[in-house]
């Protein structure tokens, strides 16, 4: 319980201030999108550090690391993709 507080307390303080930091990458959609109109990319960043520092704050050693390396991972290849728009294959490999 005390890990779902850490985590929606984070993400709430932290969306406000990243919102004007995303509008700066913006995905505009092509033939292959979902979406049809300019969207904000970043938006997943806080809301998988908040697990992250969660899991960092609670649990003890090996544990946390266990939970957080691979998460960390995982966000880090997100993010490159909104960037940089990896493709599918190197986004597979990773």
């Not at 700066?24 to 979902?34: E, K, Q």
């Not at 957080?68 to 960037?83: E, K, Y």
């Amino acid at each position: 319980m005390f890990a779902a507080l850490i985590c929606a307390a984070f993400v709430t303080a932290a969306e406000p201030v990243l919102i004007p930091l995303r509008r700066a990458a913006i995905d505009v959609p092509n033939g292959r999108s979902s979406h049809s109109v300019p969207t904000q990319h970043g938006g997943g960043a806080p809301i998988a550090v908040g697990p992250v520092l969660s899991a960092l704050l609670l649990m003890q050693g090996t544990a946390a690391l266990t939970f957080a390396a691979p998460v960390t991972v995982f966000a880090a290849i997100g993010f490159a993709d909104d960037l940089a728009g990896l493709p599918a294959g190197r986004r597979l490999v990773l």
